[in-house]
Nanobody, 130 residues
Framework: QVQLLESGGGSVHAGGSLRLSCVPSGYTNHQRCMGWFRQVPGLGRVGIATLGSDNTTRYSDSVKGRFTVSRDDADNTFYLQMNNLKPEDTGVYVC????????????????????????WGRGTQVTVAS
């Protein structure tokens, strides 16, 4: 069974940084896209960043230039480096992966929405105080 476990959330002041981790388990096929979503009451899950199995990336306009998504191939861990955090970045950050594809999965606008994702983590809370 594929599972995802996030960690690294916390409380910081505006301008601070955090690095989130997402550790997958239970699968060996890495031809998947992964995404980071921010879950906010009343808005649902909003796409923040996505990483393809070909190392392509896509970011929402709200975090472009501040957040970086990456993967460590040695331990198959996904990361979200968040710099210059703002109060509006507050929320529960959830990682997700798509089903495996034949060939690479490339990140793009379609992987910044919830539709293609099949496995979700439980999330880690990020709170940014002004």
């Amino acid at each position: 069974q594929v599972q995802l476990l996030e960690s690294g959330g916390g409380s910081v002041h505006a301008g601070g940084s955090l690095r989130l981790s997402c550790v997958p388990s239970g699968y060996t096929n890495h031809q998947r896209c992964m995404g980071w979503f921010r879950q906010v009451p009343g808005l649902g899950r909003v796409g923040i960043a996505t990483l393809g199995s070909d190392n392509t990336t896509r970011y929402s306009d709200s975090v472009k230039g501040r957040f970086t998504v990456s993967r460590d191939d040695a331990d198959n861990t996904f990361y979200l480096q968040m710099n210059n955090l703002k109060p509006e970045d507050t929320g529960v950050y959830v990682c997700a992966v798509t089903r495996p594809t034949e060939g690479h999965c490339s990140a793009g606008e379609r992987t910044l929405v919830v539709t293609p994702y099949r496995v979700w983590g439980r999330g880690t809370q990020v709170t940014v105080a002004s």
